[in-house]
């Protein structure tokens, strides 16, 4: 009896950013057979990342992860996504892993198989009935890094293709410190010139030993106001955790920093960041003796600014601010009290009349790490401060986690382009 065609998997597109979604669709099936789709990524940090779906092949022997529910496994409903988002290490992993990309000249290589049966574990000891592979980039094509090593800063440069000049944005991330690229790659393959700054570890490119002040903010914004292909006066800053903190404080006390407007994600206004860095760990430090540990002896800092301080001089004075500002809120946030600082924000910026500025979202059940589309959530990792590893719990639930991350996303670029790009703001 002559035999049929073999399964075909198709991935569309197979080359892409990483906030661009795909389709996958298997065909030349059996009808109605059970059919695992499985994605696996070998990460930066060389552990093995996996997720699943479970689905049933139609009449005709076709699987079509766009139209078609996943009726079980890593995910489940419509969502072929679900096959990024979902991921989480491989059986037998190391404790309190984050993906994470830490050389975006290269891609996440995504593989792609598709097995008889419903599967959840074993896969390396089955073939399967046909494979792909995917790239998923934080470049765009055209898209230039430049490692910039000049005024005692330690950060790197994404440009956009072409000429320019282009909206520029400050880039911070939050208190794990380094230099992390990821996500100004990707804004810059959505045209913005983006600048990712280090600022949080001592040892500066000047060898100081003690942490940055307002200066280094300042030589940071103007080399990106500066640079010939920029547009000096549509600057932004981006903040997350801590980050946000510096982006709110250099806003309203600093004479050089005069951006357009700002994203804060999970982020406070509490402890106010106006000069040394220092000053700012001594009095969250003030507040240790609030941390908590839960059963799974997992760090929850969430306490150490709160109850939010009535005293004014515990907070930046955002009735100063002069620029919008979206706030990016999980309300399941166990690292840092993000709702209550925003309601916070709202009551005095009521006060002093400039309230129209802020905008919040604000999302149910999600958590600390709200990061770029698709990205898998992670409820605790593990974190090092004072040269001690800690498991730190950052809070949400997977799906409306991911939900959460795809919609602010996408409101954040389109924040980004209404304030940076349009020609009715000032």
């Not at 292909?229 to 050089?256: E, K, N």
């Not at 910026?349 to 709200?370: C, F, Q, R, T, W």
Request: proline share 7%; aromatic share 8%; with cysteine.
């Amino acid at each position: 009896m002559e035999k049929g065609p073999c399964p075909l998997l198709l991935v569309h597109p197979t080359r892409g950013l990483l906030d661009e979604k795909f389709s996958v669709l298997v065909q030349n099936l059996p009808p109605v057979l059970d059919v695992t789709l499985q994605a696996l990524i070998h990460s930066d940090d060389g552990d093995f990342w996996e997720a699943f779906g479970h689905y049933v092949s139609d009449s005709s022997g076709v699987v079509n992860a766009v139209d078609e529910a996943s009726l079980g496994g890593t995910y489940d409903g419509v969502d072929p996504m679900g096959l990024i988002w979902s991921m989480r290490p491989v059986p037998g992993s190391r404790n309190g892993l984050r993906l994470r990309k830490h050389e975006v000249l290269s891609p996440y290589i995504v593989h792609i198989s598709a097995y008889k049966g419903h599967l959840s574990r074993g896969f390396k000891e089955q073939t399967a009935l046909a494979s792909v592979v995917v790239e998923r980039w934080y470049m765009a094509p055209g898209v230039r890094r430049v490692q910039i090593a000049e005024g005692g800063l330690i950060a790197t440069l994404f440009l956009p293709p072409g000429p320019g000049p282009f909206p520029g944005l400050l880039d911070l991330w939050g208190g794990g410190g380094g230099l992390v690229e990821y996500r100004s790659a990707l804004l810059a393959s959505h045209g913005y010139v983006s600048l990712a700054l280090e600022y949080l570890n001592p040892s500066t490119a000047d060898g100081s030993t003690t942490h940055v002040g307002r200066e280094y903010f300042e030589a940071a914004f103007t080399l990106l106001k500066q640079h010939p292909q920029v547009c000096g006066d549509r600057l932004a800053i981006l903040g997350l955790s801590f980050g946000a903190s510096v982006a709110l404080g250099m806003a309203v006390y600093s004479p050089v920093i005069q951006p357009r407007c700002l994203v804060c994600v999970s982020g406070s206004h509490v402890q106010p960041v106006k000069n040394s860095l220092d000053d700012v760990f001594a009095a969250i430090n003030e507040n240790v003796k609030n941390t908590r540990i839960d059963e799974k002896n997992q760090v929850i800092w969430r306490d150490l600014l709160l109850p939010i301080p009535k005293d004014p001089a515990k907070k930046v004075d955002v009735g100063q601010l002069q620029c919008p500002v979206l706030m990016v809120v999980g309300e399941d946030d166990q690292n840092w009290p993000a709702s209550e600082s925003a309601e916070d924000m709202r009551e005095m910026m009521k006060k002093a009349g400039n309230s129209e500025l802020l905008s919040v979202l604000s999302y149910p059940k999600a958590g600390h790490l709200i990061e770029p589309p698709y990205s898998p959530h992670v409820c605790a990792s593990n974190f090092i401060t004072g040269g001690k590893k800690l498991m730190v719990l950052w809070g949400g639930e997977t799906v409306p986690h991911c939900r959460a991350q795809e919609d602010a996303w996408k409101k954040t670029l389109a924040f980004l382009e209404e304030h940076l790009y349009s020609n009715s703001v000032r």
